[in-house]
């Protein structure tokens, strides 16, 4: 089943990005006049693909590979490898017939559209769901075996700043250009006072290395209901309790809790909790008063065969939402898709300066699918900002200027505009052939590593 679904993610995912990318350049070219004679998603290799129309001058099919698609527009040099026009004088509605900067702006329009589709999620994300931050005065959980426990962060650590720039909300705190960045400090607080806590220079391997961040705001296990005649109400735990220790180990996440009843079904564990008059109806949990000044009781509890006692979480974190008004969520998204662009170039940067890990920190389409499939479990929003930021990754690998690519065929056809000839069909022919063979060795490189580095 979870093939399944990761199989069914990925499709979704590829199909959108991939049809984002390929309208970009048949808009453009239409535009402009250039006949489309294929506009393919997946690639239908030896012919096999799962549908097919042709309405006009253009094909519209689905192949059956799905691992991207194209469109092929008349007089184009591209992935197709077609020879058929080179022999005969340019035609008015080929590509090659029409001025270099109407050939750019074909060229450009896949990373454009791309770009666009990343800004219109996290408006359309902004304007439904507004904006949730949730305040720094929540400490840390820190999972054992994390990037952050090696630094020795600690659970119960509270932010203060980030590289010194003082910070208010947890979002400012894991902001993905922070870990982009040259250098990543962190300023804490702790009982014994304040601390700076260094990070790794390849902290985005290690993270991709655990395949978690390690690192959220700590949810204290607080109950806000406890069932009827389930082993907690038995045992005479009340809504508005706090678990502060279980089996004589010390909890402070509501993870830990559940982590440790639900591996102990059917035997019999010692529960620690501290207990203050109920909250009134809307009233802000204080967990440090409970902790401090609440009544302890520990309670003998057998959990049920499933790992249950019979409670439910009291929501603790402290969270501030506000509803966005069109232009506030447009700038909103704006700046959204501007951070995680800049972020992307700048992760780039240090992967190819040797500071991250290559092989751990780029993922082939098995990475993709399982990342896809992780984000959708987490729910509708999680896996429309994976698609957004996947939507930036993309557009930034297809400017780069290797041959075959956006950015390689941007750059030949800026050439010809420089020098003001056509660049011979057989260097352009050999050039895209070079580019083809290096993208292939590139696809099989990254699905062994998905393989090897999972």
Same mark, same amino acid.
């Given at each position: 089943?979870?093939?399944?679904?990761?199989?069914?993610?990925?499709?979704?995912?590829?199909?959108?990005?991939?049809?984002?990318?390929?309208?970009?350049?048949?808009?453009?070219?239409?535009?402009?006049?250039?006949?489309?004679?294929?506009?393919?998603?997946?690639?239908?290799?030896?012919?096999?693909?799962?549908?097919?129309?042709?309405?006009?001058?253009?094909?519209?099919?689905?192949?059956?590979?799905? *691992?991207?698609?194209?469109?092929?527009?008349?007089?184009?040099?591209?992935?197709?490898?077609?020879?058929?026009?080179?022999?005969?004088?340019?035609?008015?509605?080929?590509?090659?017939?029409?001025?270099?900067?109407?050939?750019?702006?074909?060229?450009?329009?896949?990373?454009?559209?791309?770009?666009?589709?990343?800004?219109?999620? @996290?408006?359309?994300?902004?304007?439904?769901?507004?904006?949730?931050?949730?305040?720094?005065?929540?400490?840390?959980?820190?999972?054992?075996?994390?990037?952050?426990?090696?630094?020795?962060?600690?659970?119960?650590?509270?932010?203060?700043?980030?590289?010194?720039?003082?910070?208010?909300?947890?979002?400012?705190?894991?902001?993905?250009?922070? @870990?982009?960045?040259?250098?990543?400090?962190?300023?804490?607080?702790?009982?014994?006072?304040?601390?700076?806590?260094?990070?790794?220079?390849?902290?985005?391997?290690?993270?991709?290395?655990?395949?978690?961040?390690?690192?959220?705001?700590?949810?204290?296990?607080?109950?806000?209901?406890?069932?009827?005649?389930?082993?907690?109400?038995?045992?005479?735990?009340?809504?508005?309790?706090?678990?502060?220790?279980?089996?004589?180990?010390?909890?402070?996440?509501?993870?830990?809790?559940?982590?440790?009843?639900?591996?102990?079904?059917?035997?019999?564990?010692?529960?620690?909790?501290?207990?203050?008059?109920?909250?009134?109806?809307?009233?802000?949990?204080?967990?440090?008063?409970?902790?401090?000044?609440?009544?302890?009781?520990?309670?003998?509890?057998?959990?049920?065969?499933?790992?249950?006692?019979?409670?439910?979480?009291?929501?603790?974190?402290?969270?501030?939402?506000?509803?966005?008004?069109?232009?506030?969520?447009?700038?909103?998204? *704006?700046?959204?898709?501007?951070?995680?662009?800049?972020?992307?170039?700048?992760?780039?940067?240090?992967?190819?300066?040797?500071?991250?890990?290559?092989?751990?920190?780029?993922?082939?389409?098995?990475?993709?699918?399982?990342?896809?499939?992780?984000?959708?479990?987490?729910?509708?929003?999680?896996?429309?900002?994976?698609?957004?930021?996947?939507?930036?990754?993309?557009?930034?690998?297809?400017?780069?200027?290797?041959?075959?690519?956006?950015?390689?065929?941007?750059?030949?056809?800026?050439?010809?505009?420089?020098?003001?000839?056509?660049?011979? @069909?057989?260097?352009?022919?050999?050039?895209?052939?070079?580019?083809?063979?290096?993208?292939?060795?590139?696809?099989?490189?990254?699905?062994?590593?998905?393989?090897?580095?999972?």
């Amino acid at each position: 089943m979870d093939f399944l679904s990761t199989t069914f993610y990925f499709i979704v995912a590829i199909f959108i990005l991939v049809t984002a990318h390929e309208l970009g350049h048949f808009l453009t070219a239409k535009l402009f006049g250039m006949r489309v004679d294929k506009f393919y998603i997946g690639f239908d290799f030896y012919n096999l693909r799962f549908w097919k129309k042709k309405i006009g001058d253009t094909e519209y099919g689905i192949g059956v590979f799905p *691992l991207g698609g194209y469109v092929k527009i008349a007089g184009m040099v591209d992935e197709s490898l077609d020879t058929g026009h080179h022999q005969t004088a340019p035609q008015p509605w080929e590509f090659r017939a029409k001025p270099v900067w109407q050939r750019l702006i074909v060229l450009a329009g896949g990373v454009a559209m791309n770009m666009l589709l990343a800004a219109a999620i @996290f408006i359309g994300m902004a304007s439904v769901f507004g904006e949730n931050r949730t305040s720094v005065v929540n400490p840390a959980y820190v999972e054992a075996g994390s990037v952050y426990a090696s630094m020795g962060m600690q659970t119960g650590d509270r932010f203060v700043a980030v590289n010194g720039n003082p910070v208010q909300y947890w979002e400012e705190v894991l902001a993905p250009e922070n @870990f982009a960045g040259q250098t990543l400090n962190y300023t804490i607080i702790r009982n014994d006072g304040r601390k700076t806590l260094q990070a790794p220079a390849d902290i985005l391997t290690r993270i991709n290395e655990n395949q978690a961040l390690g690192m959220r705001p700590l949810m204290a296990p607080v109950i806000d209901q406890v069932l009827d005649n389930q082993p907690a109400d038995k045992a005479g735990l009340k809504p508005g309790a706090l678990i502060t220790a279980i089996n004589g180990k010390q909890v402070h996440d509501w993870t830990e809790v559940v982590d440790i009843i639900s591996a102990n079904p059917g035997t019999s564990i010692s529960v620690a909790w501290k207990y203050l008059a109920p909250p009134t109806a809307g009233e802000t949990i204080d967990v440090s008063k409970i902790r401090e000044f609440g009544t302890l009781t520990v309670s003998e509890i057998v959990p049920a065969s499933t790992g249950k006692i019979g409670i439910a979480l009291k929501q603790t974190l402290v969270i501030d939402h506000r509803r966005l008004n069109p232009a506030d969520a447009t700038v909103y998204g *704006l700046e959204q898709t501007w951070n995680l662009t800049i972020t992307t170039i700048k992760g780039f940067g240090k992967i190819l300066t040797g500071q991250e890990d290559f092989r751990k920190s780029l993922g082939g389409p098995i990475k993709i699918a399982r990342i896809a499939n992780q984000s959708a479990e987490q729910g509708l929003s999680s896996f429309l900002y994976f698609l957004a930021l996947l939507s930036i990754s993309l557009a930034f690998i297809n400017i780069l200027p290797i041959p075959a690519l956006d950015g390689g065929q941007f750059v030949l056809n800026a050439i010809e505009g420089i020098i003001g000839r056509e660049i011979p @069909f057989q260097l352009k022919m050999r050039i895209q052939q070079i580019g083809m063979a290096l993208l292939l060795t590139l696809f099989l490189f990254f699905i062994i590593n998905d393989l090897i580095n999972p």
